[in-house]
């Protein structure tokens, strides 16, 4: 798959469309964790990475409208250059959100991924923040997967779309793991 756009096109793209830092640091966070994922299954890393990077290049134009998450967002990407196979992926984590998107018709490992990925940024994060020094570097494996059963902690973070890395052949330990370690890569860029 061609992305249509290179890794610093896309960074220039995030730049022109996301202001607020907590919506840049998601989506680095996205960003990193595709690309350790994409390392770890043989992909191609700038590509799944550009997916993670732009996956929510709407969202501040739709925020007060979550419905529209997603239908904006194949505009801004079409205009931007980006390869309609790559919007197909991007628009895929939408599925079973929105009105327009009912239903989860994620079918591929890179769909998955995205839809694990982006999701996964929420509970780490929260997990960082409950710390006494609210630092990442001391979060464990075991303590995200604690925080997952509890269903009140982050209660936002959709559990069924985190579970998606099963369909990536990843146990949840793993993706969990592989998805703390990329967070904890970027922790002074995220503030944790």
């Known amino acids: 798959m061609n992305a249509g756009i290179t890794i610093d096109q896309a960074r220039e793209i995030l730049n022109k469309y996301i202001k607020n830092p907590a919506n840049v640091n998601h989506c680095r966070e996205s960003e990193v964790i595709m690309q350790a994922l994409a390392k770890r299954l043989g992909e191609n890393e700038e590509l799944w990475g550009i997916a993670g990077l732009l996956h929510d290049i709407d969202w501040e134009l739709v925020q007060d409208d979550v419905e529209q998450h997603g239908m904006k967002m194949q505009d801004i990407?079409?205009?931007?250059?980006?390869?309609?196979?790559?919007?197909?992926?991007i628009v895929s984590h939408v599925g079973g959100f929105t009105k327009h998107l009912p239903e989860n018709n994620r079918a591929t490992k890179f769909e998955h991924?995205?839809?694990?990925?982006?999701?996964?940024?929420?509970?780490?994060?929260?997990?960082?923040?409950?710390?006494?020094d609210k630092k990442i570097v001391e979060v464990k494996v075991k303590s995200i997967?604690?925080?997952?059963?509890?269903?009140?902690?982050?209660?936002?973070?959709?559990?069924?779309?985190?579970?998606e890395c099963e369909k990536l052949e990843l146990s949840l330990d793993e993706f969990i793991e592989i998805s703390l370690n990329a967070m904890k890569g970027i922790a002074n860029e995220i503030g944790l």
Do not use: H, W
Not at 77 to 89: A, H, N, P
């Open 145 to 163: 997967k604690k925080k997952m059963k509890d269903k009140s902690f982050a209660a936002k973070v959709n559990r069924d779309v985190i579970m």
């Open 77 to 89: 990407l079409k205009d931007e250059g980006v390869s309609g196979e790559l919007i197909q992926v």
């Open 113 to 132: 991924a995205l839809a694990a990925a982006e999701t996964i940024t929420g509970l780490i994060y929260a997990s960082a923040l409950v710390r006494p």
